[in-house]
């Protein structure tokens, strides 16, 4: 995590904008702020010192990262610009930020290290190293910048003897009674030596999830994230559990003057554990280019990697150059870390939403105010379950703590409960299954729908059903969960298969109504290619992304046999959505099998689109003659005459049956907008553009030929 020591350096890196004055600590989150006052500077220092001392105490924190630095630039650019105004608790140029005192002295100062934020930064860097030593640096070595906390590990003859904090550099804290939960740093070293052993202790990701699932076994709250776990786990004496840390050794007092590279391997040589047993070990670089390119690729494998890193530490590696480079009060001036974006940002919480999975599970989903993570903005997160929620105290409008790194699915991990305004409301929990609205099994941690898989057959059999879908007339939801219940129905393809005599024998289901519904479905039988691939509810695929496919491949076999590349071609179809769909294709097989052999979508080939479409197509024959052929159409407003009937979904199809591409929006590529009545903004933005502008009896004189009798 962030080294909470600013270094005065940042200083540099004065921003413009103005830092409104502190009535929440949010308030500084701005990248590009600036303290307009000497009360705005106090109170930053005071909100940095409290952050610190917390930061360094148990671990908890009311900033992220990237604003707690972004707080220390602020107060560092105010006291550049106002040097008799510095205060003297201010945190900047002291290890720890000035927040922790411990009370074993340090035999030498454990120092923190300066930070740079890119590559030109880090070039400066260098070049400054370079010129103060008056020689080129003999080599460098690039390392993680693991996220956890330092400590000093004293051996005597080979035996662990004490293990300290760092506290404020100069002294630390006892915390030898944690020693024997820490992996990687060994009672006795392979030489009996006298040395201390310098490092990091962190939670790796599995100790952090282990933790805290011993954590909720004894109702204790679980830990924000792995730092703060770390933190806490290393102070603490009378717990009745115990959760195991790692040590990783990058440093040591009273070994050979080797260089870093050297020391690192006699380290591991002792039994230590090193950052050399990762994908990230440390490398020697000869070139600062080398040294970037090593950055990156560390940065690259940050995701996969099975512990927190923060950044890179960057070193000149021989003794010599170090020796000659010296360190300040508070860094070394050989070496600095290049710090990366933080995994963790605290944002609110504005909502939970519930839905309901494949198996009924009805999962919690966090909506946030939208938070940049690592260049990702992120809007949900998972929340886990109800218990859970439960569990870390979480209320809507909270600021929390939200983590994501990589590919993986963002999480909320715990409030802040000390930033809580009054106005924070509960989170309700459903009483009945979102999706079909019966009764939910709680009696496990995973809530879920009572009906389990067949809520999905429900909510799937009703909305293959649907208007826009195989527009089955009476077979609404009463009907769907009476047929699933009955077990005559699990998904769409059963439809096609149900009898008049199975019909009868259900509640309230008379001569007539089996009738109409058994007729209802056969007439669905013969419905176009477009419905029945909507019907399947394809994720990532509604009523106009349906179309597209079908015009696209024509056929339920060409659909079928298109891999993730062939999808990408339609219009529409990133790489992402077209692996999504691909993945459904292969999973819905069987229910395609058994529609083909229904004769279900097969009867029926769409006209394909020609590739010079916006639909991509592949060139085949189409209705490129049709009396919309070339023209972008948009509808807005209510259809009335002999439209009226036609949802929007089926003027849509219309459109394209009558060789024109439909679309929602009027761009400047629209070229015919139908505007019916109230319409409004779109018919606005048509005139403005010029686009030429009908109401619905003239379109309809102009597909009429194409009208459903
Ligand atoms: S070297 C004199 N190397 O980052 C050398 N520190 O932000 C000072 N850290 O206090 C430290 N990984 O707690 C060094 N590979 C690494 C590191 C590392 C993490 C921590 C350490 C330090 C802090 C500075």
């Excluded at 006892?174 to 006795?188: E, N």
């Amino acid at each position: 995590m962030s080294d909470r020591a600013a270094s005065a350096q940042v200083a540099r890196r004065g921003r413009a904008g103005a830092l409104s004055v502190p009535g929440s600590m949010m308030t500084f989150m701005t990248e590009n702020s600036a303290l307009l006052s000497p009360a705005a500077y106090a109170e930053a220092v005071t909100t940095a010192l409290a952050a610190s001392a917390a930061y360094y105490g148990d671990g908890t924190t009311p900033l992220g990262d990237d604003e707690y630095d972004g707080l220390l630039r602020a107060i560092a650019a105010y006291e550049e610009t106002h040097p008799d105004e510095v205060l003297a608790e201010s945190p900047t140029g002291k290890v720890a930020g000035g927040a922790v005192q411990g009370d074993v002295p340090h035999s030498v100062p454990m120092l923190s290290l300066d930070n740079v934020f890119d590559a030109d930064e880090l070039a400066e860097w260098a070049a400054g190293l370079e010129r103060r030593l008056g020689h080129p640096v003999a080599g460098w070595c690039v390392e993680p910048k693991l996220d956890g906390l330092a400590v000093a590990a004293r051996y005597r003859g080979g035996r662990l003897v004490q293990v300290l904090t760092r506290g404020d550099g100069l002294a630390g804290e006892d915390i030898t009674h944690a020693a024997d939960a820490v992996l990687g740093l060994p009672p006795v070293l392979t030489r009996p030596i006298d040395v201390e052993l310098r490092g990091e202790v962190l939670l790796t990701t599995a100790q952090f999830e282990e933790a805290n699932r011993i954590r909720l076994a004894h109702e204790a709250t679980p830990f924000a994230h792995p730092r703060s776990g770390a933190a806490g786990t290393l102070r603490a004496k009378d717990r009745p559990y115990r959760v195991e840390l790692t040590f990783f050794a990058y440093s040591a007092i009273g070994l050979d003057d080797l260089g870093h590279v050297a020391l690192l391997e006699d380290l591991a040589a002792l039994g230590a554990n090193t950052a050399a047993s990762t994908a990230a070990a440390p490398m020697r670089c000869e070139t600062v280019e080398q040294v970037q390119e090593r950055i990156d690729v560390i940065a690259g494998l940050r995701a996969d990697l099975p512990f927190g890193i923060d950044g890179v530490v960057v070193k000149a590696d021989t003794a010599e150059d170090q020796r000659q480079a010296g360190n300040g009060s508070r860094a070394p001036r050989w070496a600095v870390a290049r710090k990366l974006a933080a995994e963790h940002k605290v944002t609110r919480l504005l909502e939970v939403e519930w839905n309901v999975g494949r198996t009924g599970i009805i999962a919690p989903r966090a909506v946030l105010e939208p938070v940049v993570i690592d260049g990702v903005t992120v809007t949900y997160a998972t929340l886990h379950n109800p218990s859970d929620i439960t569990r870390r105290g979480l209320m809507i409008g909270d600021q929390v703590f939200v983590y994501r790194a990589g590919d993986v699915i963002p999480r909320v991990e715990a409030p802040l409960v000390d930033q809580r305004t009054g106005a924070e409301s509960p989170i309700v929990f459903p009483e009945a299954c979102p999706r079909c609205g019966d009764a939910i099994d709680t009696s496990e941690q995973r809530w879920r729908c009572v009906r389990g898989r067949s809520c999905q057959a429900v909510a799937s059999v009703i909305y293959a059903a649907g208007r826009d879908q195989l527009d089955i007339e009476g077979l609404g939801g009463t009907r769907a969960i009476q047929l699933v219940e009955a077990g005559l129905v699990q998904d769409v393809a059963d439809l096609f298969t149900l009898t008049r005599e199975q019909l009868l024998g259900l509640e309230r289901m008379g001569e007539t109504s089996a009738a109409n519904l058994l007729a209802a479905i056969e007439t669905a039988r013969g419905a176009a290619l477009s419905r029945v691939f909507c019907a399947l509810g394809v994720r990532g695929t509604g009523r106009t992304m349906s179309r597209r496919i079908a015009a696209h491949f024509g056929s339920m076999a060409a659909i079928r046999a298109a891999d993730a590349d062939t999808l990408a071609g339609v219009d529409g179809i990133g790489t992402e959505k077209a692996r999504v769909i691909a993945a459904e294709l292969v999973e819905l097989a069987p229910l395609l099998d058994r529609l083909q052999a229904q004769q279900v979508g097969t009867q029926v080939t769409e006209p394909q689109k020609p590739a010079t479409e916006a639909t991509g197509g592949d060139g085949a024959e189409d209705a490129a003659g049709g009396p919309l052929a070339g023209q972008a159409v948009v509808v807005t407003g209510s259809m009335t005459g002999p439209l009226a009937a036609l949802s929007r979904n089926e003027m849509n199809e219309l459109i394209e049956r009558a060789g024109g591409k439909a679309s929602s929006s009027v761009s400047k590529r629209t070229t015919l907008l139908v505007a019916g009545e109230k319409a409004g903004s779109k018919r606005t933005k048509a005139e403005e553009l010029g686009v030429r502008i009908i109401d619905p009896e003239v379109f309809a004189d102009l597909v009429a030929d194409l009208l459903p009798a």
